[in-house]
């Protein structure tokens, strides 16, 4: 009992005997080749990854504050080949955040949660993204002026 | 209770603390509730944010600060800019909740994830306030 919070971790299996259980979902528990427990560690993974992607927002609002130098600098970062990729992966990691919690909203509210529903909603998360993230660059290469 | 013989469940919970349902971290469900509050909110504010970058891709120095500095779009800036970081730290902590084990290490990283949260949402919102308020 080295972490405090190990007495949280005590249940039973189906025949009432104690089993001490892992704390939350760790990843070696889980066959992650199952699209179920795929799409619910990408829904963690693309919610870190947009939060280091904030940084580039805070850059971006205090260089504009700052002054057309300190902009430019940015916008020259976020227009090269590295910030061009970082922003198309941020797209597509932000759409899948969005559609997977979206899934996760009708989760909250008690539906969808038969198997046949949660297969269909995780291949639309998937096909949703892709479609989402194409349909932002191509406006956003129409709309550059 | 590792012995598997029994186990109290009810023992140690008072009547006045069932009654406030807030549980042994006294916050109930709290954060588990703003976080989906912020994440509906950052729906229509997110996709209000892509749409504007959208439109604004190539656009000069002056024309940014003048769509940073709009009344409606700062105020919807500020808005995605609270929804944005507070649901950021609360997403983060659990992650951290869930993998970090060590209470000295868990409570440092929680108390890193908030403050660098707090410090990116105050200077995105500085940011917006200075260029609204100059114009």
Redesign the interface.
């Known amino acids: 009992m080295t972490?405090?919070r190990e007495?949280g971790f005590?249940g039973?299996r189906s025949d009432g005997?104690?089993i001490r259980r892992p704390?939350?979902?760790?990843l070696q528990v889980y066959d992650m080749a199952q699209m179920t427990s795929a799409l619910s560690i990408m829904h963690?993974i693309t919610?870190?990854i947009?939060?280091a992607g904030?940084?580039l927002?805070?850059w971006w609002?205090?260089a504009?504050?700052t002054g057309?130098a300190a902009?430019?600098a940015v916008q020259w970062f976020l227009g090269s080949f590295l910030g061009l990729l970082l922003l198309f992966g941020l797209t597509a990691a932000?759409w899948y955040h969005?559609l997977a919690?979206?899934r996760?909203?009708m989760w909250?509210a008690g539906r969808g949660f038969d198997l046949p529903s949660v297969y269909a909603t995780g291949r639309a998360v998937l096909i949703g993204t892709a479609v989402l993230t194409v349909l932002?660059w191509v406006?956003?290469l129409l709309?550059?002026? | 209770?590792?012995d598997?013989k029994t186990?109290h469940e009810a023992a140690l919970r008072t009547p006045l603390g069932r009654v406030r349902g807030l549980g042994s971290a006294k916050s109930g469900t709290h954060h588990w509730w703003m976080q989906?509050v912020t994440?509906?909110a950052l729906?229509p504010l997110?996709l209000w944010f892509?749409i504007s970058?959208?439109?604004l891709?190539?656009?000069s120095?002056a024309e940014?600060?003048a769509f940073?500095g709009a009344p409606v779009n700062a105020v919807l800036?500020l808005a995605l800019i609270a929804a944005?970081?507070h649901h950021?730290a609360a997403?983060?902590q659990v992650?951290v909740e869930?993998?970090v084990?060590?209470?000295l290490r868990r409570k440092g990283l929680i108390l890193l994830i908030q403050g660098g949260s707090a410090l990116?949402a105050l200077?995105?919102a500085?940011?917006?306030l200075?260029?609204a308020l100059a114009s």
Do not use: C
């Open positions: 972490d405090p007495a005590v039973r005997s104690l704390l939350s979902p760790h963690r919610g870190v947009w939060s904030t940084l927002l805070v609002l205090m504009a504050a057309e902009f430019a932000g969005t919690g979206i996760h909203l909250d932002t406006l956003l709309f550059w002026n | 209770m590792a598997g186990v989906r994440s509906l729906l997110t892509v970058l959208i439109g891709a190539g656009a120095y940014t600060l940073i800036l944005t970081f950021m997403g983060l992650v869930d993998y084990r060590g209470e990116m200077a995105s500085f940011a917006v200075r260029i």
